[in-house]
């Protein structure tokens, strides 16, 4: 996974601005997070994606969320994102099922299904896509074992939701 330089950044949002892809603020858990509205056809081969451009230095980032995440979930989709690369950083080792972990315990119960399926489907799909396209994807050794660990996180989680009540 890529640390980005402040042009790099500057020119995502740029670029956001120019494209005039709609910006969100939202409180999510305590959180002024600030994303974008992307489009799907941007990355037509993975499902619900993130676009993230963060430097683990300074902090700056600029984030967007496909259109396709429905609109209840996409502050979540954020949240995930800002714990992973903000508050713990590019470096921690399982960073991204520790974000998994916290976003997961102030999602709504109602919702946290449908987070669970969609997220596992991105990280499974993006895993995939960077065995074809590991340029593209740049996900590199430790960002692949991240996400494996990530995922079954994920689908241990979705299993305890699944299990009848009781047993």
Known sequence: ML????????QTEAYFRKEKFPVVVSDAAGRDLKYHIIPQSLNPDLPDFIYRVTNDKTKRNVMGVSQSVPKELQPYFILAEYIEFIE?????????????RRTLNVIP????????ER??????????LDV??????????EGRSEFE???????????????????
Not at 3 to 10: A, K, L, S, Y
Not at 149 to 167: D, M, R, T
């Open 132 to 141: 074809k396209e590991p340029e593209k994807y740049a996900l590199g050794q």
């Open 88 to 100: 713990i950083g590019l470096g921690a080792r399982g960073r991204i099922k520790e974000a998994e």
């Open 149 to 167: 660990n990530a995922v079954a996180f994920l689908h241990e989680q979705l299993k305890k939701l699944n299990a009848p009540i009781g047993i």
């Open 3 to 10: 640390d980005h330089t402040i042009e790099q950044i500057e």
């Open 119 to 128: 997220k596992v489907k991105l990280y499974e799909t993006e895993l995939e």
């Open 109 to 116: 119960t109602d919702l946290l299904k449908d987070y669970l």
